[in-house]
């Protein structure tokens, strides 16, 4: 995003909009976060701003401000419909491609307003007139903070949209510790905590809320975690039954894919969970180092994300899908090795 762009920008959103916000499906910490922080900095300049959502989130994100507000795509339609048609301007973020919004693609590859792609995910397609992709961010939020500065209102974040960004910033980091974690994002989250962001009571909202079936299901996952040393990778499976014992909640397998990698010498950790419903395997990479999940999964899983965290999915059963990840590591082995 250049000075011009900014610019430019600046005098589109001088006087009041008819702003829509969308992130990708299965939103996330850093998906809700970015879109409501964003969504109450368009407020104070008079905007009419909503976020709508392809899909329902996890319970934990919902307690964050202005949550309440946000339309689900996929249940109420006509009046998102009605609401994308009518709009000014239509800013995309926390993801690359329009089919990331699932079933709202259509609508939003047809619709003519300006569209603001803000992103950090890799290889972002062209579909927006402005574009602020950067994947060396640690979070889409952390990218919500600059453009606000950029724009010159850093003076208007207050307690509100701090909080809002600090959530996407604090659960895309890994709570600060992957290597995406810059000393910028340390200055940003000091900013956040300074005017007004309660970190303590964050971090509780988000980690601190299972329920015990949750941490059953996370001690099936485990029991079920596999190691194949030759290649440094750890896989876990879940199987529909599986999660229909422990009474499985959207969310509820939300970074158990970070076990596997925590073990010593281990770079890449898989996760397969089944999704009858879908007919899919729903796919979530991890890696350490320069080894590239990204690339994997777009290779083999029909997916992408960055380099260190990656998703996918596969039409193949579970077991299939298991076998075919385990026939390709040998084809990623100088790399698995060396890293
Ligand atoms: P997760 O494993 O938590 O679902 O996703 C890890 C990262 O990869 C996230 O940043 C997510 O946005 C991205 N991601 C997940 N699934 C896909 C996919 O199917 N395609 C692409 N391009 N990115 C994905
Ligand atoms: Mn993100």
């Known amino acids: 995003m250049n000075k011009q762009d900014i610019k430019n920008?600046?005098?589109l959103l001088a006087t009041p909009k008819k702003i829509i916000i969308v992130p990708h499906k299965n939103p996330d910490g850093?998906?809700?976060g970015s879109t409501l922080g964003l969504y109450h900095y368009l407020l104070k300049h008079k905007h009419q701003a909503k976020v709508i959502t392809p899909n329902d989130y996890p319970n934990f994100l919902k307690w964050i401000p202005g949550e309440t507000s946000i339309l689900k795509y996929d249940?109420?339609?006509?009046e998102c419909d009605d609401l994308i048609d009518n709009a000014d301007v239509i800013f995309t973020l926390d993801f690359n491609a329009l089919h990331r919004t699932g079933h709202m693609e259509t609508i939003l590859e047809k619709n003519d307003a300006i569209k603001i792609l803000i992103d950090h995910h890799q290889e972002p397609h062209d579909y927006a007139q402005y574009v602020f992709s950067d994947v060396s961010m640690s979070s889409t939020c952390q990218m919500i903070y600059h453009f606000i500065d950029m724009l010159g209102d850093l003076s208007l974040i207050d307690e509100t949209i701090a909080t809002c960004l600090y959530v996407g910033i604090m659960t895309d980091t890994g709570s600060f510790r992957f290597s995406s974690t810059s000393s910028t994002t340390h200055r940003i989250i000091a900013d956040l905590i300074e005017k007004g962001a309660n970190n303590a009571d964050i971090h509780n909202h988000i980690y601190d809320?299972?329920?015990y079936q949750r941490l059953q299901?996370?001690?099936?996952a485990l029991n079920n975690l596999k190691v194949i040393p030759e290649?440094?990778?750890a896989y876990i499976s879940l199987s529909q039954e599986e999660l229909n014992k422990y009474n499985f909640k959207k969310g509820d397998t939300e970074g158990v894919v970070n076990y596997g990698l925590s073990l010593d010498n281990v770079v890449l950790a898989a996760i397969f969970i089944e999704d009858k419903q879908e007919g899919i395997i729903k796919i979530s990479l991890r890696s350490k180092g320069n080894f590239s999940v990204n690339a994997l999964?777009?290779?083999?899983?029909d997916g992408g994300g960055h380099i260190n965290a990656a998703g996918g999915r596969s039409e193949l059963s579970l077991d299939d899908t298991i076998k075919k990840f385990i026939s390709i590591l040998p084809s990623y082995s100088n790399a698995l090795n060396y890293e």
């Open 217 to 220: 299901l996370l001690g099936c």
């Open 231 to 233: 290649y440094r990778t």
């Open 75 to 78: 249940s109420q339609t006509k």
């Open 9 to 11: 920008i600046k005098q």
């Open 209 to 211: 809320t299972n329920s």
């Open 30 to 32: 850093d998906a809700i």
């Open 297 to 301: 999964s777009r290779s083999h899983f």
